[in-house]
């Protein structure tokens, strides 16, 4: 039976077993044990369903996989060590050498490095887009096109790409298209509603949310789910059974955690929209937002990410995070401590200042993840760091 998502958040979860626990143990095991020799040989030809060992399944992977399938509407999925296995092992599962790519320009500082360094090793070329110009994709694609990707929010600039064109365009020229659903989480946003075929998320960021664990997850069709489970199950990049129940549990409060997360976010952007020291500031949920219509048509609330630009260029920029008191200087996002950072300086700063102006990364901009601390704090924490 479906329930609400709030509901099936919570309540959806694998057998008791003969303890009759009310919140789900940890199986901690590598592998299972076999009834018998007929067990043992029906269960290898998979004629039965049933955990053989830990690198193909186990209990508390398939309950976190179950929930994100039932979240975002796919059919099937696959729980990974990390957000970048996710990513890697559903490309490389899904292309051939000569396979061609059709990617926003504006995607994951890992993401792109593996279109950029690693793809070229095994023939694989990547064309991008960028965020205001997809009206150029349909001449990007070509005659060995396979896949298009993209994530919206786009990281770290918070542009919104229109979901329901891309999957229009991709299934007119008969390409898989692939969305990174990581900044929305599948509680504000459901890419397979716009004809996404596979949904891939980072777990480490809105799902645990508290900072503790890596994780990540592929979802969407079952035949594609089945080519990557296929070739995870030989190259080994599971989630441990340990990362998979302390993100299940998450799970059951992400909705709470994501309403508060961009509630805080909202006022936020309000305040430094105002501030005399802010040049300008993106969130998909400001009507100055270039594509606010599209983000209130997609999205349900606007997330937890916040970008905006100080005043004065990059040593204003570093100068701000030097200021900060409350908030944490780090590398992750969708934490419940608000987290800033500098990308210019960091994360994009192997970047040519032309590259970072193209994906919209100014000398002076600011990219905040939205905690949820008291926000009356965390602006008040912005506010003495802009002076
Ligand atoms: C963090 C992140 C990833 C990578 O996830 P890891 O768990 O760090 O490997 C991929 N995509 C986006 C949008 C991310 O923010």
């Not at 949904?199 to 900072?211: E, N, P, R, W, Y």
């Not at 190259?235 to 549990?249: I, R």
């Not at 983000?295 to 030097?322: H, P, S, W, Y």
């Not at 996002?333 to 994360?347: K, Y």
């Amino acid at each position: 039976m479906s329930h609400h998502f709030e509901t099936d958040a919570i309540r959806q979860q694998m057998e008791r077993s003969p303890y009759l626990e009310h919140s789900v143990p940890l199986y901690l095991t590598s592998s299972f044990v076999f009834e018998d020799a007929e067990d043992m040989r029906a269960s290898f030809a998979e004629e039965k369903e049933r955990n053989l060992y830990g690198r193909y399944s186990n209990p508390n992977t398939s309950e976190f996989i179950q929930k994100i399938v039932t979240m975002e509407g796919a059919e099937e999925g696959y729980a990974f060590a990390t957000g970048m296995s996710a990513i890697f092992s559903t490309f490389a599962a899904l292309l051939n050498a000569g396979d061609h790519v059709v990617s926003c320009n504006s995607v994951f500082g890992s993401t792109h490095g593996l279109f950029a360094n690693y793809f070229p090793k095994w023939n694989i070329e990547t064309s991008y887009f960028k965020v205001n110009q997809v009206d150029k994709i349909e001449s990007l694609i070509q005659p060995n096109t396979k896949i298009l990707y993209a994530e919206s929010p786009t990281n770290p600039a918070v542009d919104i790409l229109d979901l329901e064109l891309l999957g229009k365009i991709a299934k007119k020229h008969n390409l898989l298209f692939i969305v990174d659903n990581c900044f929305a989480t599948p509680y504000l946003q459901n890419p397979i509603k716009f004809g996404a075929d596979l949904v891939i998320h980072s777990a480490t960021k809105l799902m645990d949310g508290q900072g503790r664990v890596l994780g990540g997850v592929t979802v969407g069709k079952a035949d594609l789910i089945r080519q990557i489970y296929l070739f995870s199950r030989i190259t080994g990049p599971a989630m441990s059974p340990f990362n998979a129940w302390v993100l299940s549990k998450s799970l059951e409060t992400l909705s709470v955690r994501v309403d508060r997360h961009c509630e805080n976010a909202l006022k936020v952007a309000e305040f430094l929209e105002q501030h005399d020291s802010v040049n300008f500031v993106k969130y998909p949920f400001l009507k100055s937002h270039p594509q606010y219509e599209m983000a209130k048509k997609q999205m349900k609330l606007g997330g937890n990410i916040v970008a905006f630009e100080v005043k004065g260029g990059i040593d204003a920029g570093r100068k701000f995070l030097d200021s900060i008191k409350l908030c944490s200087l780090s590398a992750n996002l969708g934490d419940t401590r608000t987290i800033v950072t500098h990308p210019a300086s960091t994360t994009h700063s192997k970047l040519l200042e032309s590259e970072r102006m193209e994906t919209g990364i100014s000398d002076g901009m600011v990219r905040i993840s939205v905690g949820l601390e008291n926000v009356n704090d965390i602006i008040k924490d912005l506010k003495q760091a802009l002076h």
